[in-house]
């Protein structure tokens, strides 16, 4: 099958000419999230009552039918944090006591709450070599827990958060039921049951997306794993199915365009199929034709270094664990080259690779990861980067600006019209109004491949189009593009600046000669040559964020223009490398 999905992808790649149109799901469901936030509210109210205690009871399991291996590798440097007595997440730490659970919730921000009470460091435990002593650290800690978060909670019961805390015991389950101490391997049974049958009322709270995606996964593994579980084994496989249905496009991207979203995906059917084999249970179909999927787009978005363009809000290092995931899944699809769902397209040529975001930003709920870069694009040749985009900055970095800063449409190689953003980034981190329709041409030529993407992010305040031409020619020594400004209302970019943008690789030093083009000299000792018809470039200071947290000096490019407004704004430009 495997074979016939990469036969079917390259006849795609390689047809003479593609055309596509992609457009935004502009409608925010603002009145179907109110109307779901209103009625948690009042849900919430009922969960606080003490007689809510009783419908939480039931069955008590006596035993775990298994515990599946988790696909993804922790992070044993953190792990070993937790044996010197200090939580570590993102730059946040807090020493562990007995009074840890109580006083994280004043001192802690909510994102730390969050990932402690998810017991995702559960994975970091399960990586270290002492795993004896792991074992009393998690048993300890949960013991802790225990004694408060056993009883319900708005924050530690919401639906996502308390998903991802059952998914971690099953999968870590050696780490926090190998004890001889009956009774509190009893209170921990309990509480795994107590928490699903509470999940199985507000499932729903859950956001679009990935939220679904592991909410559906604790209730099915919750079903396999627990006796007497059909119920939740039924609930969770149907909405697992219809949520990867709507989540997971037809070319394998995710609805949110960020493939560390998809990855996580990926993770989660892994641990419902390894969970489903250790039960010696049928396994339904879907899963690995969903497995099978997935994997061309993961690796249609990866350099040849191993590294993830940024495009849709992942960042270069993907996700801790992307290639044990991937092997994982046991996916053998080549990676996609013409995503039409999704808008990414793909050409490699010799060792050269371009990886182009020809999309229009994700519907208006799920794009807080994601930035305003349509036509963004990021250039590679073999195990080195030539052109990249910024990356997504966490909050919580050294730079606490820079978050919001790296999502706009000038950190990315792009053209810029008037210093402002080909689409809004919003006061509540979405994005909003701007690009709404894409529409990509993809050519295969004599001696080279083109895609051209043209959107209307501009259109509505300028009254233009962006047009951008991208040409790798088969040698993959040559990259030639073309950005073009036209529209029916030209007169409206009278006077506008309009800003080209190369962002440059830390590993890419930049000199601009005698005659105005840019030299590139990477550290493998390339040269290439950046010259532009009609314009001058100039080399100025940029940042690279491979991680999240860790923002790094770099160069880019900039070609700035005014427009007349009388006659359409063509700059054509491009990327040579010179033979030494």
Same mark, same amino acid.
């Given at each position: 099958m495997?074979?016939?999905i990469d036969?079917?992808?390259?006849?795609?790649?390689?047809a003479?000419?593609s055309r596509?149109?992609?457009r935004?799901?502009?409608s925010r469901?603002?009145?179907l999230?109110a109307a779901?936030?209103a009625s !948690?509210v009042? !849900?919430e109210?009922g969960y606080s009552l003490?007689?809510y205690?009783?419908?939480?009871?039931g069955?008590?399991p006596?035993?775990?039918?298994g515990?599946?291996?988790d696909?993804? %590798?922790?992070?044993?440097?953190?792990?070993?944090a937790?044996?010197?007595?200090d939580?570590?997440?993102?730059g946040e730490?807090?020493?562990l006591h007995?009074g840890f659970?109580?006083?994280?919730?004043?001192?802690a921000?909510p994102?730390f709450?969050?990932y402690a009470?998810?017991?995702h460091w559960?994975?970091?435990?399960a990586h270290?070599?002492?795993?004896?002593?792991?074992r009393? $650290?998690a048993?300890?800690i949960l013991? *802790?827990?225990?004694?408060?978060?056993?009883?319900?909670d708005?924050?530690?019961?919401?639906?996502?958060?308390l998903a991802?805390?059952? @998914?971690?015991?099953?999968?870590?389950?050696?780490?926090?039921?190998?004890?001889?101490d &009956?009774?509190?391997?009893?209170?921990v049974?309990?509480a795994m049951?107590?928490q699903?049958r509470?999940l199985?009322?507000?499932?729903?709270d859950?956001?679009e997306?990935?939220?679904q995606?592991?909410v559906?996964?604790?209730?099915? /593994?919750?079903? &396999?794993?627990l %006796?007497?579980?059909?119920?939740?084994?039924?609930k969770?496989l149907r /909405? /697992?199915?219809?949520?990867?249905?709507s989540?997971? /496009?037809p070319?394998?991207g995710?609805?949110?365009r960020?493939a $560390?979203?998809? @990855?996580?995906?990926?993770?989660?059917?892994?641990l419902?199929r390894?969970?489903?084999v250790?039960?010696?249970?049928?396994?339904?179909p879907w899963i690995?034709v969903?497995l099978d999927r997935?994997?061309?787009?993961?690796?249609?978005?990866?350099?040849?270094d191993?590294?993830?363009?940024? @495009?849709g809000?992942?960042?270069a290092?993907?996700g801790? #664990?992307?290639d044990a995931i991937l +092997?994982?899944?046991?996916?053998k699809?080549?990676?996609?080259?013409?995503?039409?769902?999704?808008g990414v397209?793909r050409i490699? +040529?010799?060792?050269?690779?371009?990886?182009?975001?020809?999309?229009?930003?994700?519907?208006?709920?799920l794009?807080?990861?994601?930035?305003?870069?349509?036509?963004?694009?990021e250039?590679?040749?073999?195990?080195?980067?030539l052109?990249v985009?910024?990356g997504? +900055?966490?909050?919580?970095? %050294?730079?606490?600006?820079?978050?919001?800063m790296a999502?706009?449409?000038?950190?990315?190689s792009?053209?810029?019209?008037g210093d402002?953003n080909?689409?809004r980034?919003t006061?509540d981190g979405?994005i909003?109004?701007g690009v709404s329709?894409?529409?990509?041409?993809r050519?295969?030529?004599?001696?080279s491949?083109?895609v051209?993407?043209i959107?209307?992010?501009?259109?509505?305040?300028f009254g233009v &189009?962006?047009?951008?031409?991208?040409?790798l020619e088969?040698?993959?020594?040559?990259?030639k593009g073309?950005?073009?400004?036209?529209?029916r209302?030209?007169m409206?970019?009278?006077g506008?600046?309009?800003? &080209? !943008?190369?962002h440059l690789h830390?590993?890419?030093q930049?000199f601009?000669a %005698?005659?105005?083009r840019?030299?590139l000299?990477t550290? #493998?000792?390339k040269t *290439?040559?950046?010259?532009?018809?009609?314009a001058k470039a100039e080399?100025e200071d940029s940042?690279?964020l491979?991680?999240?947290d860790?923002?790094v000096?770099?160069?880019?490019i900039i070609v700035?223009?005014? $427009?007349?407004g009388?006659?359409?704004?063509?700059?054509?430009?491009s990327?040579?490398?010179?033979s030494?």
């Amino acid at each position: 099958m495997t074979a016939a999905i990469d036969k079917i992808a390259g006849f795609v790649s390689a047809a003479p000419l593609s055309r596509s149109t992609l457009r935004r799901d502009k409608s925010r469901h603002l009145i179907l999230s109110a109307a779901k936030r209103a009625s !948690r509210v009042l !849900r919430e109210w009922g969960y606080s009552l003490k007689l809510y205690e009783f419908r939480l009871k039931g069955r008590h399991p006596l035993q775990l039918l298994g515990s599946p291996d988790d696909p993804a %590798p922790g992070n044993a440097t953190l792990g070993s944090a937790i044996f010197g007595g200090d939580m570590l997440y993102e730059g946040e730490s807090h020493p562990l006591h007995e009074g840890f659970w109580r006083s994280i919730e004043n001192n802690a921000t909510p994102a730390f709450r969050r990932y402690a009470h998810s017991f995702h460091w559960l994975q970091d435990l399960a990586h270290v070599g002492d795993q004896t002593k792991a074992r009393d $650290a998690a048993e300890t800690i949960l013991g *802790w827990w225990l004694e408060t978060g056993d009883i319900w909670d708005r924050d530690v019961w919401r639906a996502v958060t308390l998903a991802r805390r059952f @998914i971690n015991w099953c999968a870590h389950a050696p780490l926090i039921l190998s004890s001889n101490d &009956l009774v509190y391997r009893s209170k921990v049974l309990h509480a795994m049951a107590r928490q699903l049958r509470h999940l199985s009322r507000c499932h729903q709270d859950a956001y679009e997306g990935l939220p679904q995606v592991y909410v559906a996964t604790a209730l099915t /593994l919750g079903g &396999l794993l627990l %006796p007497g579980g059909s119920a939740w084994l039924s609930k969770g496989l149907r /909405l /697992l199915e219809r949520t990867t249905k709507s989540f997971v /496009l037809p070319d394998g991207g995710p609805m949110s365009r960020n493939a $560390a979203d998809v @990855i996580r995906t990926m993770q989660m059917l892994v641990l419902v199929r390894n969970t489903y084999v250790e039960v010696n249970a049928d396994l339904p179909p879907w899963i690995q034709v969903t497995l099978d999927r997935i994997a061309p787009f993961v690796r249609a978005l990866r350099h040849g270094d191993g590294s993830f363009a940024h @495009i849709g809000g992942v960042s270069a290092e993907g996700g801790h #664990g992307t290639d044990a995931i991937l +092997a994982a899944s046991e996916a053998k699809g080549k990676a996609i080259e013409n995503a039409i769902h999704t808008g990414v397209q793909r050409i490699a +040529a010799n060792a050269s690779c371009l990886i182009v975001d020809a999309g229009t930003p994700p519907p208006y709920l799920l794009s807080g990861n994601a930035a305003a870069a349509t036509g963004a694009f990021e250039f590679s040749i073999g195990q080195e980067r030539l052109v990249v985009n910024m990356g997504p +900055a966490s909050p919580r970095g %050294p730079l606490p600006d820079l978050a919001q800063m790296a999502r706009t449409t000038a950190a990315n190689s792009t053209l810029v019209v008037g210093d402002t953003n080909s689409s809004r980034l919003t006061d509540d981190g979405n994005i909003g109004a701007g690009v709404s329709e894409t529409q990509t041409t993809r050519e295969t030529l004599d001696h080279s491949v083109s895609v051209k993407v043209i959107h209307n992010g501009y259109e509505r305040r300028f009254g233009v &189009l962006h047009e951008r031409v991208l040409e790798l020619e088969n040698t993959g020594s040559r990259l030639k593009g073309q950005d073009r400004l036209s529209g029916r209302k030209l007169m409206k970019l009278t006077g506008e600046t309009v800003t &080209l !943008r190369f962002h440059l690789h830390p590993g890419v030093q930049a000199f601009k000669a %005698p005659d105005g083009r840019i030299s590139l000299e990477t550290r #493998g000792g390339k040269t *290439w040559i950046f010259d532009i018809e009609g314009a001058k470039a100039e080399v100025e200071d940029s940042l690279y964020l491979a991680q999240r947290d860790k923002p790094v000096a770099s160069k880019q490019i900039i070609v700035t223009s005014k $427009a007349d407004g009388s006659s359409p704004l063509l700059l054509t430009w491009s990327f040579s490398e010179i033979s030494v």
